[in-house]
């Protein structure tokens, strides 16, 4: 009879009428050895066995009666993969998961990775003031780096167990999405085929895009239903940087000048600009020589300091060019990392005089989008004049968490963000949390306050990644990717006509 079940007073009953009370055969048992982490070491005399006890973890123990053994199977693509974990045992210890890289990711954490008890002296600044560093003092002591992990989430996060369990209270407010993120990791190196990244294919052009959610545009653009969360988490860290700059740029964008929309008038301004060149009119072309029409130039989209979105499959960002059915792109990916872990991919060319900065051009992909990838700041290239001249109405800048307010990657944009408002063009950027996009528009506000205009106000993005990242110099800074979304440009100055002074005024003067 469970206590839980049973009022205090039957309890001492039942006491008193069996004082030898034994566990009953259904009860589960375990071995000594496997509850020495929460009981005396001391065995019994009369049994090896004893009662396991609730601990302070939550998590539930899980038992196999036989151990998964991998497998090999082909997926519907006639591809042949290993399956590695199933959907029901995903959750692993980091340390002691079947995935080795997910076990080299734990080890880089024991390494770099500092504990955040208050009772230890701070490791950095904290710029943030939801960051757990500020309960520390520097007369506390020496800083030690994470060595114990949390059962719950299978994440090293403290450097012992009583620091974890003295500071469970704070460790629990993202727990629960650390773990998500545990089972996510490892369900993306299950070997599972994939359906959520099986992407639509193009649409007729009367079929109208609802862009007002993830639901509505999957749902409308004909995407294979998503039933599950964690499906639809893996889809969106993908897609999440093309929808980010097609939701800003298309014409049936859920940000608009209303009330709550968050767009300000010179965003309309320069936004309305850039969609007349997205959406062209109908009339005057066709399929013959008699409706021939001059094709316009490619839609310029430089995205700057690219990272992780240069090396996303390709048919990914096909779909940003599924919505716009008459324009050409042409995509930039500018940076000093924007081939990283891909020259086996693409061996970077040789700079040459017809190729000054070795870019790498695929032209193949579509006739609707070329891709070029350039590793080099963006700052050396503007001053040669290699893209001049900039047309507001045909180019734009993308900045994914670019960092402009972080003091480790500040400094790389000092020479960068005055050449981009000297364009003109409209900058759309993006932040990791609500932190990392204030710090880098009260950067921009106070450097550059007089010399830009703000587009479109800071606020959540609606197509941001619905899967959380963990960093791994600090496991409690939760963030997802393109979580923040803004844009500005630099300031406009219009010329206007002075006013013409009154006749009465005039001839009282005469």
């Known amino acids: 009879m469970r206590s839980s079940y049973t009022c205090n007073k039957c309890i001492s009953l039942i006491k008193v009428s069996r004082p030898q009370l034994r566990p009953s055969p259904a009860l589960r048992l375990v071995p000594q050895k496997l509850s020495q982490r929460h009981h005396s070491t001391k065995a019994p005399a009369q049994s090896q066995l004893c009662l396991a006890r609730r601990g302070i973890s939550t998590t539930p123990s899980r038992r196999f009666e036989q151990g998964f053994e991998p497998y090999e199977y082909v997926d519907p693509e006639g591809i042949r993969r290993k399956l590695v974990l199933t959907e029901d045992n995903l959750f692993h210890s980091f340390t002691h998961s079947p995935i080795p890289e997910i076990r080299k990711r734990a080890a880089f954490m024991r390494q770099h990775a500092y504990c955040p008890h208050p009772s230890h002296k701070p490791t950095r600044v904290a710029h943030n003031p939801n960051d757990l560093e500020n309960r520390k003092s520097p007369g506390g002591a020496p800083p030690a780096h994470v060595n114990f992990e949390c059962p719950d989430c299978g994440v090293p996060v403290y450097c012992c167990e009583e620091h974890w369990a003295d500071d469970y209270e704070a460790h629990l407010e993202v727990c629960d999405v650390m773990r998500e993120a545990n089972e996510d990791d490892h369900d993306l190196r299950s070997g599972r085929f994939f359906k959520e990244f099986q992407f639509a294919e193009p649409q007729i052009e009367e079929i109208l895009t609802n862009m007002s959610s993830w639901d509505t545009y999957l749902y409308t653009r004909d995407f294979d239903a998503l039933n599950k969360d964690r499906e639809m988490r893996q889809a969106t860290k993908l897609l999440t940087y093309p929808m980010t ?71 990914t960002w096909m779909q940003m060019a599924y919505l716009f059915h008459r324009v050409q792109f042409s995509v930039h990916f500018i940076g000093p990392e924007s081939m990283a872990n891909r020259e086996n991919e693409l061996p970077l060319p040789e700079r040459t005089p017809l190729n000054p900065f070795g870019a790498v051009v695929e032209d193949r992909i579509s006739n609707a989008m070329k891709i070029s990838t350039f590793v080099e700041y963006y700052h050396a290239m503007h001053k040669t004049g290699y893209f001049y001249p900039y047309d507001p109405y045909f180019d734009c800048f993308v900045c994914f968490h670019p960092g402009f307010g972080n003091p480790a990657s500040m400094h790389e944009w000092e020479e960068t963000l005055p050449l981009l408002l000297e364009t003109k063009c409209p900058i759309i950027a993006t932040g990791y949390s609500p932190w990392d996009m204030q710090q880098d528009v009260e950067l921009l506000q106070k450097r550059y306050g007089n010399e830009m205009d703000i587009l479109l106000e800071p606020g959540e993005n609606i197509f941001r990644s619905l899967r959380w990242d963990l960093n791994d110099l600090d496991p409690h800074d939760i963030t997802c990717s393109n979580w923040g979304l803004y844009a500005f440009r630099g300031k406009r100055y219009e010329t206007t006509r002075k006013e013409e002074e009154p006749e009465e005024h005039s001839e009282r003067t005469a």
Not at 288 to 300: D, E, G, I, M, T
């Open 245 to 315: 700059i097609a939701s800003v740029i298309h014409e049936l964008s859920p940000y608009n000048i209303r009330k709550g929309g968050r767009m300000t008038p010179e965003g309309l301004k320069s936004f309305s600009a850039l969609r007349h060149s997205l959406h062209p009119p109908r009339t005057g072309g066709g399929d013959s020589w008699k409706n021939a029409r001059l094709a316009p130039p490619s839609v310029r989209l430089f995205i700057l300091g690219a990272r992780a979105e240069s090396s996303l499959p390709r048919e």
